[in-house]
């Protein structure tokens, strides 16, 4: 079936220090890939996406590729900051089966100044 | 205009008594989900509304879970006779034309605890 999987957390680093969450699916087809990010106290909100094999999204400094033939969307940033300090979603949408979108557990992101 | 709201933030309840969920779309949006999020889990998917149509209910648990939406706008999820497995966040978003791809907007969530 579907699934998606992402780095266990919490992922504590230092501010400015280079940032990599793991994501990877399962899915048949090719679905659509996004990241959302959970700030404390705040709902959902998409960071990025990407629909087809080797895109690239990014917002905020974040990037992801959809890397098709290792079925990965790791989120990258390169300096990270204490406001970057949140829970982040890797979600899938394969088009297929229940509807809606599979989400990961989460990865909850602490950055210390 | 303003976000996704829901009511209430949190909510505490007796195991077997009924609660009612409300979300509040964004004005416009024609798409309407409810999510619900467990301690430990991912994001499982509950229901869909798009429009006029008819909802997409296969992420319901059980027969006990239901929701409606009125108007297409206003839109109330129900669990009866709670259990303690129903405890989580409960999520709702909302998004405009509402293909899978659109962006979704989430709501701050429910948080419900059946003792």
């Known amino acids: 079936g579907n699934s998606v999987t992402q780095m266990e957390g919490p992922v504590t680093l230092s501010e400015e220090a280079f940032l990599t969450i793991n994501c990877t699916y399962t899915?048949?087809?090719?679905?659509?890939l996004f990241w959302y990010v959970q700030y404390p106290g705040e709902g959902l909100q998409l960071l990025l996406k990407?629909?087809?094999?080797?895109d690239k999204g990014s917002n905020k400094g974040f990037e992801a590729t959809y890397r098709k033939e290792t079925t990965s969307f790791h989120l990258e940033k390169g300096s990270v900051q204490v406001s970057d300090s949140a829970v982040y979603f890797c979600v899938m949408y394969s088009g297929g089966g229940a509807d809606g979108l599979t989400f990961g557990k989460g990865t909850h992101l602490i950055i210390q100044p | 205009g303003a976000g996704v709201s829901q009511s209430p933030s949190n909510k505490v309840t007796e195991k077997g008594k009924d609660v009612e969920l409300r979300c509040d779309p964004i004005?416009?949006?024609?798409?309407l989900y409810w999510y619900r999020q467990s301690l430990g889990q991912g994001l499982e998917f509950l229901i869909y509304?798009?429009?006029?149509?008819?909802?997409?209910k296969s992420g319901l648990p059980s027969d006990r879970f239901s929701a409606e939406r009125t108007g297409g706008s206003v839109s109330t999820l129900t669990i009866q006779r709670t259990q303690q497995e129903d405890s989580a966040v409960y999520l709702c978003?909302?998004?405009?034309?509402?293909?899978?791809?659109?962006?979704?907007?989430f709501g701050p969530g429910t948080r419900l605890t059946v003792l």
């Open positions: 004005s416009g949006h024609t798409a």
């Open positions: 899915a048949t087809g090719y679905p659509s």
């Open positions: 509304f798009q429009g006029n149509s008819a909802p997409d």
């Open positions: 978003a909302s998004s405009y034309p509402g293909t899978r791809t659109d962006t979704q907007y």
């Open positions: 990407a629909t087809k094999a080797d």
